[in-house]
C-alpha cells in the first residue's frame, strides 16, 4: 500500500461548522468547511482540537464521512456520555461555531477501487463512518468493484445513514448491504438478527474476497477479523481500524 | 492565536499530573486496542525470538530460552498516538540491552519485526541503555493476544505505535527504514514531548 499524499507538515486548519444533523438519538453529523483543505481519501480520519477561553485544549480523532472531492468535509460522531469532546461536537456546536482540525491522517485504513475482486466491509455501531465514506467514494467514482457491507447495530433506530443506506440497496450498481441488528428487531425483521459471528460471516462474506475493511469496537473488530481468518481468507487482506471506548 | 471554540469547557482531570501528560494528549484508565488487522496467535512451541540484519551472527532464542533470561519489572507512562496517555503501567520484560549483550553490529538503528507483517523503525540508541524491553506480561498476567501477546516491545518514551505487538525480532540495519505506520503518515521518531504524530511534525 503507498503511503498517503501528505508531503508537508499537517498544519491546523480552522474548521467552521456549516451545518449540522442528527444521525441517531446519540450521532450526529458535521458538515465542515475546512480553510485550504487538500483533500482526502475515503477511509481516513482528522484530529480535531478545541480550545476553551482559557488556553486548555483537547485533541481527538474523527473518521471522515464524506467522500473526496466534495465542497465540504463531513463528520459523524456518536456521543461517548463521559467524553470530552463528542459532547461538545454533539450538543453544543452550532453552524457558525469554530475549531480546529488536521489531517487528513491515515495511510493504510483507505478505498481501493481496483482490489482485484469483491471487497467486504464490516461495520459495528458507529466504526459504520470510514466505510460510508468508502460506499460513498464507490458511488461517486461509479467504482464497479462488486461490495458488500455487512452493518451491525443495536437497532434499526441506531443505523446510522438507514435512508441513504436504503437507496443505495435499491441502486443494483454492485453494493449488496447487510444489516444484523442485535438488540431490537422491528416486527417485520427479516435480516440478521445476531452479533456478527463465523456462521454469519460465512454466508455473508465471498469466498473469492480481495480485499476486507472492519471497523469498529475493540471485541466486534477482534471477533470479525479472527472469524474471517478462520474462514480461511488472508490476514494480510483483511484490514481493521477501531473505535476504543475511551473518553471521545 | 487559536481559535477558540465557543462554549468548551472540556473535563479536566485534577488527577493528571502534567508533567505526565504530554502534550494534545487526555488520561485514561482504559487499555484500548489498536492495530490494523487480525490478531495473530502464534503458538509458544513455533514462536523465536531473533536479531538480525547488520549483526556479526544471526541470534536466535526459542520461548523457553527468552523467558530463562532475567527480566525486570517496570512501571512506566505510555502514551498513543490516538491521543490517550495511560499512567503507570506495569509490565515484564527482557530489557533489549540483554538481548544485545556481546552482539556486535554496525547498524546504527533497527527494524521490530512482527507476526502479521507489521514493522516499526526505531535509532537503536533509543532501545539501549535501559530504554526498551521485549514484554511479556502486563499488569502481572502473561500479554493477551490483544494488546500483543505473547511478546511485544516495550518503549515508553516514543509514542505506543513503536511499542510492537507480536513481536519476533530485531533487524538491525544502518539507515533508518520506514515501519509500516512510518509508511503511512505517522512521524519516523514519535516523540510524544515534541508531538511528533505525523510527517512534518
Known sequence: ME??????????????VADIWPETDRVKTLALDVQDWTGHRAGQHVDVRLTADD???????????????GPRVELTVERIDDGEVSPYLTQD????DRFELRGPVGGYFVWDPDPGGPVLLVGG?????????????????????????LYSARSWADVIYRDELERYRKRGDGLEIVFTLTRDRPPDWTGYSRRVDRGLLS?????????????????FVEAVAEALVALGHEPSRIKTERFGPTGG | MPIISRGFKGRRRDDAPRDRVPPGQYVTDDFPVLSAGPTPHTPLDQWDFTIGGEVDERHRWTWDEFRALPSETITVDISCVT??????????????DTLLEGIETSGEYLTAFCDGGYTTNLPLA??????????????GEPLEPEHGGPARLLVPHLYFWKSAKWVRGLRLTETDEPGFWESNGYHIYGDPW??????GD
Open chain 1, 3 to 16: 503511503g498517503t499524499a501528505v508531503l508537508g507538515r499537517l498544519n491546523w486548519h480552522v474548521a467552521e
Open chain 1, 55 to 69: 488556553g486548555y485544549q483537547a485533541q481527538r480523532s474523527y473518521s471522515i464521512a464524506s467522500p473526496a472531492g
Open chain 1, 93 to 96: 456546536a452550532h453552524a457558525g
Open chain 1, 125 to 149: 455501531g458507529s466504526g459504520i463512518v470510514p466505510l460510508m465514506a468508502m460506499v460513498r467514494q464507490r458511488a461517486t467514482n461509479h467504482d464497479a468493484v462488486p461490495t458488500r457491507l
Open chain 1, 203 to 219: 454466508e455473508v462474506a465471498p469466498a473469492d474476497l480481495a480485499l476486507t475493511f472492519v471497523c469498529g469496537p475493540t471485541p
Open chain 2, 83 to 96: 491521543k490517550w496517555t495511560k499512567l503507570d503501567t506495569v509490565w515484564e520484560g527482557v530489557p533489549v
Open chain 2, 126 to 139: 533509543d532501545v539501549t541503555g535501559g530504554k526498551a524491553w521485549i514484554a511479556f506480561a502486563y499488569d
Open chain 2, 194 to 199: 515534541k508531538e511528533q504524530r505525523y510527517w
